[in-house]
């Protein structure tokens, strides 16, 4: 069945520097889906890609889907202790429901 | 603005109950989705519920598992006959397209099977 991977499971990083987690897919998709999720909240939706290599920015925050659609990453910019979460990459494949990546831990130290 | 509600927060119950977790999706949407996530663990899909069936079902959802939408607007997750490693948080979410639409999630409801 389709596969999705995430690194780092866990990342530590002082507050100000930057911040990338990379997503892959075992199989092409046709979408993916950027979720974050709070230590002790539910996942909240950050953004969707949809066309090969698409770049889309959410201010600090940096998203890229592959050429060949099977992978994605997210950079954070000069990051915040608000950014603290585990961010999931949710890959979709046509016909069938989006599946999960294990997520990236990020702790930001001030 | 819309948000998918779930009840209980909590639920403990001891192994071999069954338990009914409960959401109410947001009004207009039409696809409805369970997920379960282990303490510190990734978030697994378990079902997908689309005009009043399910649409697609993971090898977690086996026969322990149902789903149903009792009325237009709740959608209930049970469990028969729990076991120790049914506890998680249970996440439910709804989008008003399959796939190419975010999931709106609930609060989770945290089932701690004893």
């Known amino acids: 069945g389709q596969q999705v991977m995430q690194i780092p499971q866990y990342q530590h990083v002082q507050e100000g520097e930057d911040f990338t987690t990379y997503c892959n897919s075992s199989?092409?998709?046709?979408?993916i889906q950027w979720y974050k999720q709070r230590p002790g909240g539910h996942p909240v939706f950050l953004i969707q890609?949809?066309?090969?290599?698409e770049v889309k920015k959410q201010k600090r925050l940096t998203f890229q889907f592959g050429e060949a659609k099977k992978n994605s990453s997210l950079h954070i910019t000069a990051t915040q202790t608000t950014d603290v979460g585990t961010y999931f990459c949710?890959?979709?494949?046509?016909?069938?429901?989006?599946?999960f990546g294990p997520g990236t831990r990020l702790s930001v130290l001030p | 603005e819309p948000e998918v509600t779930q009840t209980p927060s909590h639920q403990v119950t001891q192994m071999g109950q069954e338990v009914i977790l409960r959401c109410v999706p947001i009004s207009n949407h039409l696809y409805f989705y369970w997920y379960r996530q282990i303490l510190g663990q990734k978030v697994e899909f378990l079902v997908s519920f689309y005009n009043n069936e399910i649409s697609e079902k993971s090898e977690i959802f086996d026969d322990q598992f149902s789903v149903e939408r009792p009325d237009g607007s709740n959608f209930t997750l049970k469990i028969r006959s729990t076991k120790l490693e049914d506890s998680a948080m249970y996440f439910c979410?709804?989008?008003?397209?399959?796939?190419?639409?975010?999931?709106?999630f609930g609060q989770g409801t945290r089932l701690t099977v004893v």
């Open positions: 199989t092409t998709l046709s979408n």
């Open positions: 890609l949809v066309k090969s290599g």
């Open positions: 979410a709804s989008s008003g397209g399959t796939g190419r639409a975010e999931a709106f």
């Open positions: 949710a890959g979709h494949r046509y016909g069938q429901n989006f599946v």
